[in-house]
């Protein structure tokens, strides 16, 4: 239960069965406060445990997991949302069910007990499964019986296979403590697992082949070593990650994605790519839609998933979708590709997690290795996402003969740096912490950049107001004078990112427009600047590099440790931020 917190931690509780008894635990609030409640030592071989993420009902007691039936002989944790809940309330009230929650969860042990009435419990369970609308990874307990059942259908779930016996959980991390033999269970399968072996089914009874393979995800990975925070340690990693991705894609001075599964006649007449993601992913993707455009000469769209699946672009054969998400499990990025497959598009997942529905329903995979990502906010799978879509957006253009060979050996070359730039910015740590320190007192933040780096702005201002709750908006500099300015005075803070490059000259200017209205700037620039720091208040400076292109993936480092640290200075929960998860399962 514990590895599975970071998808959600409002309220958790478990159930669990002891002969035909079944105890039942909850609580809101964080998994340590459940352990407080509860007996060391206790044994049992069967039970089912959830942390939640609200989405119907407040986090409290009654709403937490498990959820039962009018008889509490029946026990449910759900992740997902059932649709028609409303509608299955109803009927199930007619037929004198008694609900305490507010969730959307509870009707599935009542329908449950309505239908044993008639059907044995397998029965019961899949006549149940087969009348719930919406997203569900859901499992079961029952005094009744000695065995555990499950659905999924939209929500992920897989089936861990030890050799004390087996586990079900939402990914692969929450159980690698314990095996690194996964079954994969299928959207639209059930199943049952009894003491000594499992049973899969479609949703219409009929028996399915399913088989366990070995994960390669390292526990080792997953802890948070000597640092504070996950996020902390996250951020230190970003150098090895980058210096890994570079000898995995870059073979002497060729870049090979063997998993990219894209035939090269597409490649090189490729007219189109859209790129759906959410959040931090979107931002890489925007970075990547900057990059894509200049050097492949080809038309990038990108929107939010949860926009993108409802939007009607001319979408066919003919086009390429980038799916872009760290778990791979995000509902709004899924919901968008498979829109797109609908529409024949070729899809390729750029995704951290292998294995994860992302991966498996992508016709190509861009691996971006960034290894377990434990801190809710995300740090190394941006720069994993942007290091591999820079690399990918290299080797596009060299198939398509956009670029001369001699830029695609520089661009290679500074990318090969990227992993010494980052340390070099790591060491810097301490005089960022004492910026942050002088920062932390304002109650309002403008991130501004332009060109490759407005996304970075996004990305600064996301990860600033996620950690420590401070209203920061990201915003283009030159949109500044069309409205944003109007919030500039001198109580303001505003990040202003500026490397040198073809926008330098015009950011500069938007410094001092601020400086006018007497905000106070903090300026991330290159270590030989000048004109910029002169005018700012505070400057954090990143190594300069020949191409700007590549500067958002050295920017990215100093605006996640300024995040960190005004955060840390204001005392808030920074691994597991309020009314956030890890992985968005539901849209
Ligand atoms: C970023 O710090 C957030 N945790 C969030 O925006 C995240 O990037 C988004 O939910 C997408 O997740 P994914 O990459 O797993 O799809």
């Not at 059930?190 to 072996?197: A, L, P």
Request: positive net charge; contains cysteine; hydrophobic residues 40%.
């Amino acid at each position: 239960m514990c590895g599975l917190e970071y998808r959600g931690y409002d309220s958790c509780g478990f159930a669990i069965k002891d002969n035909s008894k079944i105890g039942l635990k909850k609580t809101k609030g964080k998994i340590n406060l459940l352990k407080t409640t509860t007996r060391p030592g206790a044994y049992f071989t069967l039970g089912i445990a959830h942390t939640r993420w609200a989405t119907h009902g407040v986090p409290s007691f009654i709403n937490a997991h498990p959820h039962h039936d009018c008889k509490k002989k029946i026990f449910v944790v759900h992740n997902g949302i059932i649709e028609n809940y409303r509608e299955l309330k109803a009927y199930l009230k007619k037929k004198h069910h008694r609900f305490c929650s507010d969730t959307d969860t509870e009707v599935i042990p009542h329908l449950i007990e309505e239908f044993s009435k008639r059907h044995s419990f397998f029965e019961a369970f899949l006549k149940t499964v087969n009348m719930l609308k919406g997203s569900f990874a859901i499992s079961a307990i029952t005094s009744s019986e000695d065995a555990l059942f499950f659905a999924r259908k939209d929500s992920p779930l897989i089936m861990g296979v030890a050799k004390e016996g087996f586990i079900l959980a939402s990914d692969i991390p929450a159980i690698t403590p314990f095996t690194k033999n996964i079954v994969h269970i299928k959207d639209g399968w059930v199943g049952r697992i009894s003491r000594d072996k499992f049973e899969m089914f479609n949703f219409k009874g009929k028996k399915v082949r399913a088989a366990a393979e070995k994960t390669d995800i390292s526990l080792g990975a997953a802890t948070k070593q000597h640092y504070a925070h996950f996020m902390l340690k996250e951020i230190y990693e970003q150098p090895h990650v980058c210096a890994r991705l570079y000898s995995f894609y870059v073979h002497n001075t060729r870049i090979e994605f063997k998993d990219l599964n894209m035939d090269i006649k597409f490649l090189k007449s490729l007219k189109r790519i859209f790129i759906f993601a959410c959040g931090t992913a979107y931002h890489a993707g925007f970075v990547a839609k900057y990059f894509l455009e200049k050097i492949c000469d080809i038309e990038v769209e990108i929107d939010v998933s949860s926009e993108a699946r409802y939007r009607r672009f001319k979408l066919g054969p003919d086009d390429l979708v980038l799916a872009i998400s760290q778990s791979g499990e995000t509902a709004d990025t899924i919901a968008a590709l498979r829109e797109a497959k609908k529409r024949k598009a070729k899809i390729v997942g750029v995704c951290n997690v292998l294995g994860s529905t992302i991966t498996t329903e992508s016709d190509g995979l861009i691996y971006t290795l960034a290894g377990p990502e434990i801190g809710v906010a995300s740090t190394k799978a941006y720069t994993a996402q942007v290091f591999s879509l820079l690399l990918f957006s290299l080797h596009l253009a060299y198939l398509r003969k956009s670029i001369s060979t001699a830029f695609f050996k520089q661009c290679l070359s500074e990318l090969r740096s990227v992993s010494k730039h980052h340390k070099t910015i790591l060491k810097n740590a301490a005089s960022i912490k004492k910026i942050a320190k002088r920062f932390s007192r304002f109650g309002c933040f403008l991130f501004l950049g332009r060109g490759i780096n407005y996304p970075s702005a996004l990305e600064g201002a996301l990860k600033l107001k996620e950690i420590s709750y401070i209203p920061a908006e990201g915003y283009p500099a030159g949109e500044m004078k069309h409205g944003p300015i109007a919030l500039i005075d001198e109580y303001r803070a505003v990040v202003c990112i500026a490397p040198r490059g073809e926008l330098y000259s015009k950011i500069v200017s938007n410094i001092q427009e601020i400086k006018a209205r007497k905000a106070k700037v903090l300026a991330i620039v290159e270590e030989k600047d000048r004109e910029a720091q002169s005018l700012a208040d505070a400057a954090i400076h990143i190594p300069s590099t020949k191409y700007s292109q590549i500067s958002p993936l050295l920017v990215a480092l100093p605006l996640q440790l300024f995040a960190y640290f005004v955060a840390k200075n204001l005392g808030c929960e920074i691994d597991q931020p309020r009314n956030l998860a890890k992985s968005v399962t539901v849209e």
